[in-house]
């Protein structure tokens, strides 16, 4: 999805078992964190972000983890963040996400404002912006073939959404 492209519409389920629509969500900059407890990139990052909602500032963006785990596994990780399950990776592959941890910084109007960044440090460089500037705010997408700093990232496979290696090109 292009910077400036509307949110894509998708509602997924929160670990109650509610359906949100990520738009409505989004009053605010937004990071949605393409997320899968069984990720070790994403577990080794956990503990980070887990101090990061505790000490948030009313000036950064908001979290919304969407989950391509189990309810079970993503209650475990004890988010105090917004959480939606996403088990077949949709809303990943709608925003071109093809792994995790991977995020995207959403506009209160509606739109995406940042492209699409892999790994821990580009993630949490994401929610640590001040939103008054994030949503203006553009990142450079990094393809695998190109960043070796993408290697620090699970990737999908069309079998699964848990960590796997990136493929070879």
Request: proline residues 7%; negative net charge.
């Amino acid at each position: 999805v292009a910077i400036g492209a509307a949110i894509p519409p998708l509602a997924l389920p929160t670990l109650d078992g509610d359906e949100l629509a990520l738009a409505d969500l989004v009053d605010r900059p937004t990071v949605a964190l393409f997320w899968n407890p069984g990720c070790g990139y994403c577990q080794a990052m956990l503990e980070d972000l887990r101090g990061w909602e505790r000490q948030r500032r009313d000036d950064e963006p908001r979290l919304v983890v969407i989950s391509s785990g189990t309810a079970g596994d993503t209650h475990a990780d004890g988010f105090a963040s917004t959480v939606l399950l996403d088990e077949e990776f949709a809303a990943g592959n709608a925003f071109g996400a093809n792994g995790t941890p991977m995020g995207v910084l959403l506009a209160p109007d509606g739109t995406v404002a940042s492209a699409v960044v892999a790994g821990s440090d580009d993630v949490l460089g994401l929610l640590r912006a001040p939103a008054a500037t994030s949503s203006r705010r553009s990142t450079r997408c990094r393809r695998a073939a190109t960043a070796p700093a993408l290697m620090a990232t699970c990737w999908s496979t069309s079998a699964s959404s848990s960590c796997a290696a990136p493929r070879a090109r």
